[in-house]
Each structure stands twice: as structure tokens, then as C-alpha cells.
């Protein structure tokens, strides 16, 4: 597949950035992986995400540790 093919189909591949943490997400067909990194370190944790996609693969749902929110959307 080329980059623009992967992108098509695994649309949380990627960096995404908030105003408190990095994420670094990898998308294959088993569901999303990666690792978040705080913008501020003295105050936010950093950790690693793994799990499943919903079947319209909008919404995560499964384990992200330490202080990261349950659940995230793409828009």
C-alpha cells in the first residue's frame, strides 16, 4: 500500500496533538497502538494506548493508562 492508500484506510495513523499531550498513534487491522507524551512533564504522565476501534472506527475504546481520558473520537 502506498501512503496515500494507508491513510485512507487507517485514518488515526499519525500524530495528533493537543494543548496538553503528543499522541503517536499506529493503526493496522487489529486496532490502534501508540504512546502519548505531556507537553508539560511536571504535570502530566505519559503512557501507552492499545485497543480496538468502533465498527465505524470513529470511536477508541479499551486501555490507556495513567492520566489520559477513557476514550477518544476522530472527527
Known amino acids: 500500500m502506498t501512503d496515500v492508500e494507508t491513510a485512507s484506510v487507517y485514518v488515526w495513523n499519525g500524530t495528533w496533538s493537543s ?3 503528543t499522541l503517536n498513534i499506529y493503526q493496522d487491522e487489529s486496532g ?3 504512546v502519548y507524551v ?3 512533564l511536571l ?3 505519559s503512557g501507552y494506548l ?3 476501534l468502533s465498527s ?3 470511536t477508541y ?3 490507556i ?3 489520559f481520558p477513557a476514550s477518544i473520537s476522530s472527527i
Do not use: L, R, T, W
Open 50 to 52: 492499545e485497543g480496538n
Open 65 to 67: 493508562q495513567d492520566k
Open 19 to 21: 494543548p496538553n499531550y
Open 32 to 34: 490502534i497502538s501508540g
Open 38 to 40: 505531556p507537553m508539560n
Open 43 to 45: 504535570e502530566y504522565d
Open 61 to 63: 475504546g479499551s486501555s
Open 56 to 58: 465505524d472506527e470513529k
